[in-house]
């Protein structure tokens, strides 16, 4: 039996600035497009409540399957409407779903009734729950949570993430539980944003094939945050995207809960690459001509106070987690004023 999580953090009134600012920031590439996903209807004042009924038993039963159940999906829009929809459900993450008492999901709506809204027919929406129960893991589902605002910060090429506070309640019995989430966009939907589609036979691409900027900024986010469990040719953890015309190829980072800046405690150190323990921090970037690593560069230390007034400033995490985030970033814009980038000998230097 899936046990209840104990309560996390109270959402305050004097919180409600915050999230209206946060909600700005995962809203404002699609509402550009002038169409609507059902990620846009989720109310912007405060953390969305949000109902999901699903087979509890079902869930924690079929970890280590692909086997899908109904549910369905209750929350109030924008427009002060009650929005129910019929999902099917199922367990996403390969390592997540091995270690936690309640993995991350997937959930795939009816592009039918989604069609009937209004809406565009993104289907599929991936929600990262809490792990394992305990008052430490809320914390980092908000620590990842937070990871996601920062790179959507530096491009519009990412994943926009909603948080939301789910009461999950058992269609098999009378058991509930309530937690926070947050809720990842359909790839097609990204995709819809930037005028590109998933690429389905990308794998084992190199990173010649990318703008060198573009993979010097996908590889420097995850060295300010952190995180060796990615791999643009393997494409682990990164989705690759294509131009409707062909002629560009994007990489989107995902799934961030091995980075030390999310502190997973059972993230451990990548031994492929040399990592002698999980908290060194490793570039994993290909070498790019002097000029584009510099702009590169650039655009992190522009957005230096940006990105710190996302962990300074809000209240999803204590103080201890707060702190223990801001050393992290500050550590890095340290080493990256001083062009002090640390590498191992298994991975190509920036630049020559």
Request: charge should be negative; glycine fraction near 4%.
């Amino acid at each position: 039996m899936i046990p209840s999580p104990k309560p996390v953090i109270n959402i305050t009134r004097n919180m409600k600035n915050l999230f209206v600012g946060l909600f700005f920031l995962t809203s404002f590439w699609t509402t550009a497009t002038g169409k609507n996903t059902v990620l846009d209807l989720l109310n912007p004042s405060g953390v969305p409540e949000v109902e999901f009924w699903v087979d509890l038993d079902f869930l924690e039963k079929n970890k280590f399957t692909e086997e899908k159940t109904a549910g369905s999906v209750h929350f109030i829009s924008q427009s002060g409407q009650v929005k129910s929809w019929n999902v099917q459900v199922s367990i996403r993450g390969n390592y997540r779903r091995r270690i936690c008492d309640f993995p991350p999901l997937k959930l795939d709506f009816s592009k039918k009734e989604l069609e009937a809204e209004g809406l565009l027919p993104f289907d599929d929406l991936k929600m990262v729950t809490h792990c394992l129960n305990s008052e430490v893991d809320a914390d980092l589902v908000m620590r990842e949570f937070l990871t996601y605002q920062l790179y959507q910060t530096l491009t519009p090429e990412s994943f926009r993430t909603r948080l939301i506070q789910v009461t999950y309640r058992d269609t098999q019995s009378d058991r509930t539980l309530t937690s926070y989430a947050f809720l990842i966009e359909d790839t097609d939907a990204l995709a819809y944003r930037i005028n590109a589609e998933e690429c389905d036979d990308c794998f084992g691409m190199t990173d010649s094939a990318f703008a060198p900027k573009d993979v010097a900024r996908l590889a420097l986010f995850q060295y300010m945050i952190g995180n060796t469990d990615w791999s643009v040719f393997m494409q682990r953890n990164v989705k690759i995207l294509k131009s409707q015309d062909g002629s560009k190829f994007y990489t989107v980072p995902y799934d961030f809960d091995f980075a030390t800046l999310v502190g997973s405690p059972y993230a451990i150190p990548n031994d492929n690459i040399g990592q002698k323990n999980f908290f060194q921090r490793i570039y994993m970037g290909v070498e790019v001509p002097k000029e584009d690593f510099e702009s590169c560069r650039a655009l992190f230390l522009n957005q230096k106070n940006s990105l710190l007034d996302i962990i300074r400033k809000t209240p999803l995490i204590d103080d201890k987690a707060k702190k223990d985030m801001l050393q992290q970033l500050e550590k890095f814009y340290n080493d990256l004023e001083k062009n002090k980038i640390e590498v191992d000998d298994k991975v190509t230097k920036i630049w020559g």
